[in-house]
């Protein structure tokens, strides 16, 4: 199946500042990424679907200016949480679909975990 | 919107015993429902999935159906392994490149 990876795996950062997080598709291209965001013992919520080359659309409930995402190439989606806070800790995930038109399969990352202190 | 709903949330059962995971939809435009794995601090795997043109899909040890009318589907696991232990989660979608929309969940523990 098709491979997506992210970077960094872990990361521990101070209340207040920013982390960005890479998600790359490795072996085919991605017009569209979706975000992820998975508490403990939790299903995954939807956060944003990421398109190649346009705005993101965030979901009902996600502060665009606080979650940017930007999807400047067809391997490669980012997510910067801005300002972050202790509530903001989280296991983020995202997903990639192949281009063709009839590809409904989605392959994932293996997920940031992000711990705000 | 689409609303997926999974149960059980925990299911324990001995090796080689089957397992069964079910899911309902709301939806009725959903027409792609994939499985997935998801190990302790990993992302999910895909594991199978069924579009809505086909009612039944096997791949080795597990199996999922689907009942369109009815709107629900299921996963089945045969001969269960201790690395069968893990995560399930089904998802249901309307149309290829959008987002899925998950169940909650399914905790399988298969004990020796």
């Known amino acids: 199946g098709a491979v997506v990876s992210q970077h960094p795996s872990w990361v521990i950062c101070k209340s207040g500042t920013s982390v960005k997080i890479e998600c790359r598709s490795l072996d085919f291209q991605a017009t569209t990424m979706f975000w992820y965001r998975q508490f403990p013992k939790q299903s995954l919520m939807l956060m944003a679907t990421s398109n190649e080359g346009s705005k993101a659309t965030y979901e009902q409930g996600v502060e665009k200016d606080k979650f940017l995402i930007n999807h400047a190439s067809l391997t490669l989606s980012t997510l910067t949480v801005t300002s972050a806070h202790p509530e903001d800790s989280s296991f983020y995930i995202c997903?990639?679909?192949?281009?063709?038109?009839?590809?409904?399969?989605?392959?994932f990352g293996p997920g940031t975990r992000l711990t705000v202190t | 919107g689409e609303n997926v709903e999974q149960h059980p949330s925990t299911l324990s059962v001995q090796e080689g015993d089957s397992a069964v995971i079910k899911c309902t939809y709301s939806d009725s435009a959903s027409n792609y429902f994939p499985w997935y794995k998801q190990e302790l601090g990993k992302g999910p795997q895909l594991i199978i999935d069924i579009r809505s043109n086909v009612g039944e899909k096997k791949d080795q040890r597990i199996a999922v159906t689907l009942n369109k009318t009815a709107k629900h589907f299921s996963l089945h696991i045969t001969e269960t392994q201790p690395e069968d232990s893990a995560v399930y989660f089904c998802?249901?979608?309307?149309?290829?490149?959008?987002?899925?929309?998950f169940g909650k969940g399914t905790t399988l523990s298969v004990s020796s």
């Open positions: 998802a249901a979608s309307t149309q290829a490149g959008t987002a899925l929309i």
């Open positions: 997903s990639a679909s192949p281009p063709s038109g009839s590809s409904y399969e989605q392959y």
